[in-house]
């Protein structure tokens, strides 16, 4: 990525056509007085379709409970599941268009969406079907992602094969048929999904032509980073606990390594993943928010840009890369967003800055002016 200036940017339709200097005038134009003009944030690990928030347990952390205790006393995930099966359609989608709606204000454009607090086949493809739907007529692009492999349901507790077998041979055939996801997604952690489990469910996920994402060694190093490489995963998440060999297994097999360093923030952790290490090793990296009701209600990119410039220490211009065409990669999407070229969507941020350098700077500012997606004004501050 690099930095140019006093340029001006031909649109039509949806589409960049022209960039340069000096260009011919056209009938429509927004004078951007010299200020910042990026790509729209893609953010691709999200977990956006919930009903209930979970405040209750920020304040359990903040008195000293683990998120670990704090899913073995009934909260985590399953809070949310219980919320997700009650729920009306009509309502889970009205709550996931207001999320989105504060995405796009907040610059992102394309957001990846996934489903995994229904756990059973009617509320993950309730959830898939909220999603599309709202995608349908929203601004913002969600790219919806298969998760029923989040966590293992109260009523799965004592059989988790037993689960296993309802995602492979049930879900996964069902998700398919309904033609809504795109990838699919499997929590790999010890006292979650184990190694083999994680194969098998997304081995059968890729026969049916769901594309395998992974959260990968979050808390502990499971080797989930080392099944990401095996099954040629297109991203590996979290990562706050990979082994050198895991680094390495992403590094030889091209996973890209989706970093989330607001979760870490969220839960008062100290331990970030190994940025330096994955970059170092010839990893490419991705940024996101992983907005989700319970470790990490964060949904600002530019906020994530700075946590990961304190944080894992990457440069600015890295951070802006891994948040913006690195992530369009990682949703397969880098041919049509993620940087400024011509023949590429015009999805644009319109800064009241005039230095990349002010967007952390700025940590949770969020000078935006314009955001424009598919060429069209959008949001106006």
Same mark, same amino acid.
């Given at each position: 990525?690099?930095?140019?200036?006093?340029?001006?940017?031909?649109?039509?339709?949806?589409?960049?056509?022209?960039?340069?200097?000096?260009?011919?005038?056209?009938?429509?134009?927004?004078?951007?007085?010299?200020?910042?003009?990026?790509?729209?944030?893609?953010?691709?690990?999200?977990?956006?379709?919930?009903?209930?928030?979970?405040?209750?347990?920020?304040?359990?952390?903040?008195?000293?409970?683990?998120?670990?205790?704090?899913?073995?006393?009934?909260?985590?995930?399953?809070?949310?599941?219980?919320?997700?099966?009650?729920?009306?359609?009509?309502?889970?989608?009205?709550?996931?268009?207001?999320?989105?709606?504060?995405?796009?204000?907040?610059?992102?454009?394309?957001?990846?969406?996934?489903?995994?607090?229904?756990?059973?086949?009617?509320?993950?493809?309730?959830?898939?079907?909220?999603?599309?739907?709202?995608?349908?007529?929203?601004?913002?692009?969600?790219?919806?992602?298969?998760?029923?492999?989040?966590?293992?349901?109260?009523?799965?507790?004592?059989?988790?094969?037993?689960?296993?077998?309802?995602?492979?041979?049930?879900?996964?055939?069902?998700?398919?048929?309904?033609?809504?996801?795109?990838?699919?997604?499997?929590?790999?952690?010890?006292?979650?999904?184990?190694?083999?489990?994680?194969?098998?469910?997304?081995?059968?996920?890729?026969?049916?032509?769901?594309?395998?994402?992974?959260? !990968?060694?979050?808390?502990?190093?499971?080797? $989930?980073? =080392?099944?990401?490489? %095996? /099954?040629? *995963? @297109?991203?590996?998440?979290?990562?706050?606990?990979?082994?050198?060999?895991?680094?390495?297994?992403?590094?030889?097999?091209?996973?890209?390594?989706?970093?989330?360093?607001?979760?870490?923030?969220?839960?008062?952790?100290?331990?970030?993943?190994?940025?330096?290490?994955?970059?170092?090793?010839?990893?490419?990296?991705?940024?996101?928010?992983?907005?989700?009701?319970?470790?990490?209600?964060?949904?600002?990119?530019?906020?994530?840009?700075?946590?990961?410039?304190?944080?894992?220490?990457?440069?600015?211009?890295?951070?802006?890369? !891994?948040?913006?065409?690195?992530?369009?990669? $990682?949703? =397969?999407?880098?041919? %049509? /967003?993620? *940087? @400024?070229?011509?023949?590429?969507?015009?999805?644009?941020?319109?800064?009241?800055?005039?230095?990349?350098?002010?967007?952390?700077?700025?940590?949770?500012?969020?000078?935006?002016?314009?955001?424009?997606?598919?060429?069209?004004?959008?949001?106006?501050?």
């Amino acid at each position: 990525m690099d930095v140019r200036e006093n340029i001006e940017i031909i649109i039509e339709k949806d589409r960049i056509i022209e960039i340069g200097c000096d260009l011919r005038k056209v009938d429509n134009s927004i004078d951007c007085n010299q200020m910042l003009v990026s790509p729209g944030f893609v953010d691709p690990h999200t977990h956006p379709v919930f009903y209930g928030s979970r405040e209750d347990e920020f304040h359990m952390r903040l008195q000293g409970h683990s998120y670990e205790e704090i899913a073995a006393l009934g909260g985590g995930i399953l809070n949310s599941v219980s919320d997700v099966r009650k729920v009306n359609e009509s309502e889970l989608i009205s709550r996931l268009r207001t999320r989105m709606d504060r995405f796009l204000k907040m610059g992102t454009t394309t957001i990846e969406c996934k489903s995994g607090y229904g756990l059973n086949t009617k509320s993950e493809l309730k959830s898939l079907k909220a999603i599309h739907e709202v995608n349908m007529r929203h601004h913002i692009d969600m790219i919806p992602t298969f998760m029923g492999a989040h966590a293992f349901p109260e009523e799965f507790k004592d059989d988790h094969e037993g689960y296993v077998d309802l995602i492979c041979d049930e879900m996964i055939p069902e998700v398919s048929k309904q033609g809504i996801a795109i990838f699919n997604d499997v929590f790999c952690e010890n006292g979650y999904f184990d190694v083999d489990q994680t194969r098998r469910i997304l081995n059968v996920g890729s026969e049916y032509g769901l594309i395998p994402r992974l959260h !990968a060694d979050e808390f502990e190093d499971s080797n $989930s980073a =080392m099944i990401a490489g %095996e /099954i040629n *995963s @297109i991203t590996a998440d979290h990562l706050m606990m990979v082994s050198n060999d895991g680094i390495n297994a992403l590094s030889d097999n091209g996973v890209i390594a989706t970093l989330l360093p607001g979760t870490t923030f969220f839960l008062g952790k100290t331990n970030y993943a190994p940025y330096l290490k994955l970059k170092n090793a010839g990893v490419e990296i991705a940024l996101a928010t992983d907005y989700n009701p319970g470790s990490c209600n964060i949904q600002s990119m530019p906020f994530i840009i700075a946590l990961s410039c304190i944080y894992l220490k990457m440069d600015i211009l890295d951070a802006m890369k !891994a948040g913006t065409i690195s992530s369009a990669r $990682s949703l =397969m999407l880098d041919k %049509e /967003i993620g *940087s @400024i070229e011509e023949g590429k969507k015009a999805d644009l941020i319109i800064w009241d800055l005039n230095r990349i350098e002010q967007i952390p700077y700025t940590i949770n500012n969020h000078p935006i002016r314009h955001v424009l997606k598919n060429g069209v004004n959008v949001f106006t501050a």
